[in-house]
């Protein structure tokens, strides 16, 4: 190493770096959005836009963030399972540090949920890699324990400009690195106000020295002078006592947003013109029908070989009026009437519809390079896992997640020479909206007694749990709802559908009361109220002094009152005595 050109350092460039250079800077503008990807990418409509009517559109022009928001989506959706993660064993510094606890894994606070989604997470899936550092304190050989208290190791990021060239020890096993060069970006600071006064570059190189097998490195500074870590000019490698570079990229292989980048500029320009073309346009023109071959003021002008112009009321010129809601203005009697006209609204509407066509194409686009990220270089031990999981794209980048966070906790514990922690992620994710699975889930339970199975009906029934919970919940939940399933005597809850065969006469109120999920017995009790409360309503509405004779008489439905005869069901006439009346027959009789 003591042979390297040391000045070319910050120059170095593996090949792959140079030639995703220009894509990664607008993968990231893209993303990013704000005014300096309207800067960059707003393009004038013509050569004949003049430069003040550019600079004023560009003033106006609203911002299409969509490509943002429809990766978001999928952020948010791999974020939301980063509860159901388990992180058992490692050392208790780790176990702590995961937590947030002692500044958390960052030295920030952070928890290793927070650190992964909110700052890994967003970098993988626009720019498809992101490194991570396992970083320690220097000890201070023959230090106390007092004042090795709370030493431990910690994490930070680089984005993937700042991961400059890099060198595997083994081409089938790339995630173990002979040599690494990065660029580390450091706020500069006054010496004696100790306020930031701007950033500068650092650069750190790690390679395994092949006769000790450590891992050594090197900082230099921008002008590729070598340094110490803290600036200090002029000093050599540091050898660690380890045996693997303490760095861990993350690469899921495509960008999400590496297809509709384009689109997302289509409609900044869209958008920007449409703007621009509804407020310019927000003016109707005044017209007036005119003589022009009696008004034309080449003709009012005299032809002499001197091109002078007559004199006097002969001269040409042009009429100015005023016009306005209380300004009159006289016509010609056989002329129409003047008016006022506005530019058409067709191509605003048309371009407006595009825009639409164009946002769904975002939102669908970037759904379809989640589902086709290629799953071929998934680790060892993630190929051990189901590969069913293997099937969803989410799945797939929720396997790096694990596979990467894997190599940090066993970096971590060779720090501390403790035991690796075991780090388990979800298999399952969605990407679809709430109001997306309600549908798809109601669309299942319409389908659920159109066939005469009840091994189908379960299996519907499965099929709803996983639509709705199926990324909310863990996997064990899941389990324990579709045993449930199983088990259940009744394939339905729904009350409509129980009160409907209450009403046909196809179930009796002790079943539906279980089905519906009620208390044994309190099928009983209900109908042991519905007799009380009618017949102290029936007793209350009878004259004084009498026993109640047709309930039904005095709005009491014959039909509620227990041991109601067919002929009191059928509503008709009753005697005092309960027979029905004949025809003929009086009621007092």
């Not at 083994?170 to 106000?193: A, G, I, K, W």
């Amino acid at each position: 190493m003591a042979a390297a050109n040391v000045r070319s350092i910050p120059d170095v460039r593996h090949p792959e770096y140079l030639s995703r250079l220009k894509d990664w800077e607008k993968w990231r503008r893209v993303y990013a959005g704000g005014d300096d990807f309207i800067q960059y990418y707003l393009k004038k409509v013509s050569a004949r836009e003049k430069k003040a009517d550019f600079e004023l559109r560009r003033s106006i022009t609203p911002n299409a963030t969509f490509a943002k928001a429809a990766v978001n989506d999928v952020k948010n959706s791999i974020f939301q399972r980063m509860t159901d993660i388990t992180r058992d064993g490692g050392s208790h510094t780790y176990q702590e540090a995961v937590r947030g606890l002692e500044n958390g894994v960052d030295l920030r606070g952070s928890t290793m949920n927070s650190f992964i989604g909110q700052d890994l997470l967003p970098e993988l899936l626009v720019m498809s890699r992101v490194g991570v550092y396992v970083d320690m304190p220097e000890l201070v050989p023959g230090a106390s324990l007092l004042e090795t208290q709370g030493v431990r190791p910690y994490l930070y990021m680089y984005r993937v400009e700042d991961i400059l060239s890099w060198s595997c020890r083994d081409v089938h096993d790339p995630d173990t690195y002979q040599s690494v060069l990065l660029r580390d970006r450091c706020l500069d600071y006054d010496p004696n106000t100790y306020l930031a006064l701007g950033e500068i570059e650092r650069y750190r190189l790690l390679w395994i020295n092949p006769e000790t097998g450590n891992v050594n490195v090197q900082f230099y500074d921008e002008a590729g002078s070598p340094i110490a870590k803290d600036g200090t000019p002029g000093f050599g490698a540091v050898e660690l006592q380890l045996k693997t570079i303490p760095f861990v990229m993350f690469d899921i292989k495509q960008s999400l947003i590496e297809d509709v980048c384009n689109h997302q500029i289509a409609m900044l320009n869209l958008g920007s013109v449409d703007v621009a073309y509804a407020l310019k346009a927000n003016f109707p023109f005044y017209i007036e029908q005119h003589d022009l071959r009696g008004g034309s003021s080449h003709l009012l002008e005299n032809n002499n070989p001197d091109s002078a112009a007559v004199a006097g009321s002969q001269q040409g010129r042009d009429e100015e009026i005023t016009v306005g809601p209380v300004q009159g203005r006289k016509y010609d009697l056989k002329a129409n009437p003047p008016g006022f006209i506005n530019p058409s609204s067709e191509p605003l509407e048309v371009s407006m519809k595009l825009q639409e066509k164009l946002k769904e194409d975002i939102r669908l686009l970037v759904n379809l390079a989640v589902t086709n990220i290629n799953p071929k270089m998934a680790s060892a031990e993630s190929k051990q896992l189901d590969q069913t999981s293997l099937e969803s794209g989410l799945s797939y980048i929720g396997l790096v997640l694990e596979g990467g966070e894997r190599r940090i906790a066993r970096l971590w514990a060779t720090y501390e020479n403790a035991k690796a922690a075991t780090i388990k992620y979800p298999e399952r994710y969605s990407i679809k909206t709430a109001e997306e699975r309600r549908k798809e889930a109601k669309d299942h339970a319409e389908l659920k007694f159109k066939v005469p199975s009840t091994t189908f009906q379960k299996q519907i029934d499965k099929d709803i749990i996983d639509i709705l919970l199926g990324s909310k919940v863990s996997v064990e939940l899941l389990e324990k709802m579709k045993r449930e399933a199983d088990a259940a005597k009744y394939r339905t809850s729904d009350p409509e559908v129980i009160g409907l065969d209450i009403t046909n006469g196809l179930v009796s109120n002790a079943l539906a009361s279980e089905a519906r999920g009620y208390p044994e017995g309190e099928a009983e009790k209900a109908e042991k109220d519905a007799v009380s409360k009618m017949k102290k309503l029936a007793e209350a509405q009878a004259p004084p002094g009498e026993m109640p004779g047709n309930p039904a008489a005095r709005g009491i439905g014959a039909a509620k009152v227990p041991g109601a005869t067919p002929d009191e069901k059928a509503g008709k006439p009753q005697r005092g005595d309960g027979a029905a009346l004949t025809k003929g027959q009086d009621t007092d009789e």
